[in-house]
């Protein structure tokens, strides 16, 4: 039987359909679960079991262990999670994603699903319709499981008949004959196609058909799901290119728990599946290597027969229809005893690495190191995200974590003072202008994470002066974030001038670092308020005296400007960044002073 490039393509778009349902599947799931998918990593990770278990609650949920390692990766870049935390919820993801390999070996095999697929497609499509969000939700989640297992089927039926082929299979197997070394290979080989197509649940479901069809042998396809499960870190470690620091390091603990826990199976590999052929067995599933020694055996008496077991077609005897019904049964046992591997093996390692996270947050710390100390502060302090038992008491959190922010946006707007006096478009200059946009999306997110809190401890029993301390806290981080937001807006337009090739003279930077410095102590200050648990008035006012200086200075400064383009000191052009500049570092100034306010109210009402 040929195999023409037009079956080929047929395979790849079967991979495709399988791969798309299983997109829609998991994006439809999480539409329906919202925010509770956030909250359930943000509360139930508080210790390295609870944090297992989330793992595998929301990766059998959403059926993509790419997926949820992602979504990890991504929150421990957002600061929501830390590093220990991030990697009990990543083992616990490895034993969810075998959810996907069970539903596939229990229905996929045995009972055919595919003629229920346009029937669920036909109830989903109204669903899209709907005008409320989580009916349309349910809607992606029934056609995303429909085109799942049409996808299987289609890849079932669209595979290349190798055993029509005698060359192809012969060059095959001839890499299975030689022991340890050929299951060291397939284990690469599952690795390499799985980080191709970017989902071991893809790789597993192509291993159980060539394992079901009697091309590989039970122990070689075990091989290769040993070899997916390295495969599969490939997604969190791409995510994790341009995050920080730890987010690199969770997705490198994803990688280093899968190759330590296949090192361990590889070396027990032939006791190990004995124990998953003697488990098969005990449950009355029967053997799985049975299939292949039914195929070897028939192969010699009647090929026919083979070929029309796996081709589907049926030769119309009583004793062909006996035969098919034990086939279908060996298939059976084959694929649960793949499923079976896949679950023991996951269960056994992280029953085995749950009690080494304190180990591996250390090995990923000292594998991926820091360049600048600071890029390491990248998570919330102080506030925790669990569930809040004494609002009165949690105060005292979030002023020590608004703390923090300030410091934070200080750091930010020394970046800025720092991207002034760099050369334009050299790697040092990219490379500052690029930290700064990611100190922009911090704050935007500690923003947020600090007024939530705020608002979940208002929402307790409080006194009369805690609202008010909270009303006063959720002023000063608004305020913070406007701080951040002037700095990014410094940042690009020295970008902007960069674009429009202006320069600026040895005046116009002079000026800008004399408000800059002006900036730079009004911040200072503004930091030691909030770092204190009582400032003093004579503190408080030094900022009101420093606000005056900079309004000042703007007025000297913009007065000047117009008298100084006249003189062709400097070009228009430069004149409206520069007053762009001034203008910003002077609104700067006004949202500083709002927080000095904030804080003077507080000290009044406390008084």
Sequence with gaps: MEYTFLDFLTLIGSVGLFLYGMKVMSEGLQKV??????????????NRFSGMLTGILITALIQSSSASTVMVVSFVNAGLMTLGQSMAVIMGANVGTTATAWLISLFGFKVDITIFALPLIGLGVPLLFSNKSSRKSWGEFIIGFSFLFMGLSYINNSVPDLRSNPEVFEFLSSYTQHGFISILGFCAVGAILTMIVQSS???????????????????IAAALILGSNIGTTITPLLASIGANVSAKRAAMGHLLFNVLGSMWALVLYYPFIRFIVWICTSLGVGNPNDLMSFISTWEQSDPALVAALNSGQNLGSADFEQQKAHFAAMQFSVSFGLSMFHTVFNVINVTIMIWFTG????????????????????????????????????????????????????RMFGMVADLLHEKEGSEAYLKLYNRIEKYEQICDRMELEIAGFLNLVVGGRLSY?????????????????????????????????????????????????????????????????????????SEIMISYNKECEINNYRNQLRGANVENINNKHYEYQSGIYYMDMISECERLGDYVINVVDAIKQQQVKHA
């Design 201 to 219: 649940s893809a790789s597993m479901a192509i291993f159980l058909i060539m394992c079901s069809k009697g091309w590989i042998s039970f122990d």
């Design 465 to 537: 002066e805690g609202k008010m301390m909270v009303n006063s806290m959720l002023t000063i981080v608004t305020e913070i974030e406007s701080i951040g937001d002037c700095c990014y807006n410094l940042a690009r337009t020295l970008q902007r001038k960069q674009d429009s090739h202006i320069d600026f003279n040895d005046e116009i930077v002079s000026n800008i670092d004399a408000m800059f410095k002006l900036d730079s102590e009004a911040l200072s200050n503004m930091v030691a308020l909030l770092s204190s648990n009582e400032p003093l008035m």
């Design 359 to 410: 180990l591996y947050e250390r090995i990923v710390t000292r594998l991926v190191r820091v360049k600048d100390k600071n890029e390491e502060e990248f998570q919330l302090k102080f506030i925790s995200r669990g569930m809040l038992s004494a609002s009165e008491l949690n105060l005292p959190q979030a002023h020590q974590e608004i703390a923090v922010y300030a410091e934070r946006v200080q």
């Design 33 to 46: 679960a919202g925010d509770r998918l956030r909250n359930i990593l943000a509360v139930m990770t508080k």
